[in-house]
């Protein structure tokens, strides 16, 4: 019996978890360790105190590429039982005018702005083919045009000032950064998500949080240990692995022969990394990452969802806060007769609101409305919410260069080959690249050279797990 510890019930510790049984039956006995009292880590589906309307505080939206290839998240979803329903947003609020469509853009911004947001996404569409978007954050991508340039520099290639203005809030939401602090690649796999074809997006009924907790009532054969941070990882003396936990207080040790890392780049650092060699590479893992972005959600429960006699998609951008997309909740979750939006401010904007308290917070929200709808906003408001998440996402996932996907899940292979990490930052900075991370981590298990005769032979890709992690 292998005993595998991991660290992190976010999304990427419970996959891991729900992975290591469906790939390796009881040959695992598997403890997950959470610092917290739930699971599901930014996955965060909240209700209001007035009404019992639900909203998302985290993870706003599932992407799903079906259409294009294999999607494993949506296999995994599907495999739960979970139910989804499309989302949807076009519109865009530029200079407090409400853009629906080609038409109100080139009347407002002008046709030749038009024509360059066009050209620009005709251009990107090129640069980045729906085949080569989907097989993700590899290797092959340092060969790429754009890999070694900044988003901002393709940006600059914009003449038109309205046009660059447009695609630069269309973007600022999705990459959680300044487009100066992350590559032209990044940036074009965030373009693209605007031309038809390549991705759509969809929310999970009942709640974003029904995903952690389908994964956490699915886990058999998996120990959860909840309020126990992990604190220190180090090798014991028999060629195996000790973790040292708080619990109550009080610090507790337990060895393993595998531990799965399933944390954020910005968490790795609260663990004390034990031996000159692990500490070494670990801080050398974590430089290398080491790029935090940021997002604030602000959302706000209505009396009724006053703007949808004007907007009806499920989201729209905002010129507000550096681009900002807002959700509007009420078009996916049952609230009732009641309306519910939520801004996601992003970048540099949500780093420097944070210390602002809630109250300031919600008011900068409405003020961002446009004329007809912020008086509305105020006569209608019932109760704000604000949720903080500075340093919580990846501004250039992959790193760069990318480096080669299995060693960087392995960050001290030689010594340490029973430790492995798992995380978005990896990968994408989203759902779908913390499970091709967790899938790829726990293939590595059968690497180590100690464990291969306990573990049941390695699961080819086309096992009974169904799940195979992008091709390299
Ligand atoms: C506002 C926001 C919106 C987002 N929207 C989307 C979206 O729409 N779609 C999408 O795909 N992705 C989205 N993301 C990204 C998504 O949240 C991440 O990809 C995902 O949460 C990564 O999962 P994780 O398990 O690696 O990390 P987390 O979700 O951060 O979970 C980490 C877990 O580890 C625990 N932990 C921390 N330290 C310790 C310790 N020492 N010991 C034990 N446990 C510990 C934490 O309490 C937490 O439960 C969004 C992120 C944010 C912040």
């Not at 978007?133 to 340039?149: I, K």
Request: proline share 5%.
């Amino acid at each position: 019996m292998t005993r595998v510890a991991i660290i992190g019930a976010g999304p990427g510790g419970l996959m891991t978890a729900y992975l290591l049984e469906r790939k390796y039956k009881n040959s695992c006995q598997t403890t997950l360790f959470e610092a917290t009292d739930r699971v599901g880590g930014k996955i965060l589906t909240r209700r209001f105190d007035c009404v019992p309307a639900i909203y998302e505080a985290g993870v706003a939206e599932v992407y799903d590429y079906g259409m294009i290839g294999p999607d494993p998240l949506q296999q995994l979803i599907g495999e739960l039982g979970l139910k989804t329903t499309p989302i949807d947003g076009q519109t865009v609020v530029v200079d407090g005018k409400v853009l629906r469509n080609e038409h109100e853009i080139a009347e407002h911004c002008g046709e030749a702005a038009l024509m360059a947001v066009e050209d620009f996404r005709r251009r990107a569409a090129a640069m980045m083919p729906i085949e080569t978007w989907h097989e993700g954050f590899w290797q092959d991508d340092n060969e790429h045009p754009w890999a070694r340039r900044t988003c901002e520099e393709i940006l600059n290639e914009v003449a038109d000032p309205a046009a660059r203005k447009f695609l630069k809030v269309a973007v600022h939401s999705d990459l959680a950064t300044e487009p100066h602090l992350t590559s032209g690649l990044n940036g074009l796999k965030n373009f693209v998500m605007d031309v038809p074809g390549y991705v759509r997006q969809c929310s999970i009924d009942g709640g974003m949080e029904m995903l952690p907790r389908a994964l956490q009532e699915n886990l058999i054969r998996t120990r959860l240990e909840l309020n126990s941070p992990v604190v220190g990882v180090e090798k014991n003396r028999n060629e195996g692995y000790r973790i040292s936990f708080r619990r109550n207080r009080r610090i507790e040790q337990q060895d393993f022969d595998a531990i799965f890392i399933a944390l954020p780049h910005n968490w790795l650092n609260s663990i004390e990394w034990g031996g000159e060699r692990l500490r070494r590479a670990m801080t050398e893992h974590i430089a290398y990452y080491d790029r935090p972005a940021h997002y604030l959600r602000i959302t706000i429960l209505f009396r009724k969802p006053f703007w949808q006699s004007l907007i009806t998609d499920s989201w729209f951008m905002l010129d507000a806060f550096g681009g900002c997309c807002v959700y509007d909740e009420s078009a996916r979750h049952d609230v009732g007769e009641y309306g519910v939006l939520g801004w996601l401010v992003a970048g540099s904007d949500a780093l420097t609101l944070v210390n602002l308290d809630d109250r300031t917070l919600v008011n900068r929200a409405i003020e961002s409305l446009p004329d007809g709808l912020y008086e509305e906003a105020h006569e209608h408001f019932i109760e704000g919410k604000v949720h903080r998440w500075a340093a919580a996402v990846n501004a250039l996932p992959g790193g760069c260069p990318v480096r080669d996907t299995r060693a960087a899940h392995l960050p001290e292979a030689k010594e340490h080959p029973g430790i492995f990490v798992v995380g978005d930052y990896l990968f994408d900075s989203t759902l779908n690249g913390v499970f091709d991370s967790a899938n790829l981590a726990t293939d590595l298990l059968h690497s180590m050279p100690l464990l291969v005769d306990d573990l049941p032979p390695h699961p080819s890709k086309k096992s009974a797990t169904c799940f195979s992690p992008q091709q390299q």
